[in-house]
């Protein structure tokens, strides 16, 4: 599970600010979440919206400014896009020992910094039965490289490896790459979804080695086969814009009560 507390925006620019958080704290992006928010937005009119066109929801999030561009038709949310803030890379093949042996990391910044490596090389693929073992090597990576000089940003806040994406390459289709990936995220969670910063954050190093070019789009899968499209939205200096287009969906709402006489209302971790 992904929370979202909304906030008052930066300034008049957006129409609301979010703090993401999660059981292990909070977060400095979540595509997904960004996604989500759009759809919340719409649907329940804080946002005026077009019924048959395309409506901007400007969300100011830890990482930066974000927009989450809401088609509808006839009323009906057709699919949502996540504009990010600027990613790019930090680092390539960073050699590390691992409990899985050697390997190559390379570190990326996607609204949150990311290790990310081919499944292949710790002997893995990104499918359900592989998921205890992809853990496990996702959460050692993450701690090697958390205090790695290349994951301290001017930002502190934005430091540290968030996530550790592992990825199967499954070849090319007429308009550009096709992977499927897994992002252990927090301390030891996975995302069911492709993972939204995570997908920016592919996306700017596929930009960099060449393998998505501008008009291109990244099919990218989920652990659990939902996916997301992503492509180069712009370019920058030291990176890109990247967009990537998924869906949200209500599930239904909940109200939380704190107690004052709950001995846990600071909750509890086991890790």
Known sequence: MYGGFITPPDDDGADFGVLFW???GFSTACGHGTIALGAWAVRTGRVPSN???ETTVTIDVP???VQALVRQRGGRIDEITFRNVESRVLARGIRLTTSRGEVDVDLVFGG???ATLPASAVGLEVRPTHTTDLIAIGREIKWALNEHPAAQLADPRLSGVYGTILFDDLGRTENGPHQRNV???????VDRSPCGSGTAARVALLAATGELADGETLMHDSIIDTRFHARIADRTTSGVIPEVRGTAYRVGSSTFELDDDDP???GFSLR
């Open 51 to 53: 019924p048959d066109g």
């Open 22 to 24: 999660h059981k292990d």
């Open 112 to 114: 949150a910094v990311y």
């Open 264 to 266: 846990l209302a600071n």
């Open 63 to 65: 990482s930066g400014r």
């Open 183 to 189: 992002t252990v995220f927090a301390d030891g969670e």
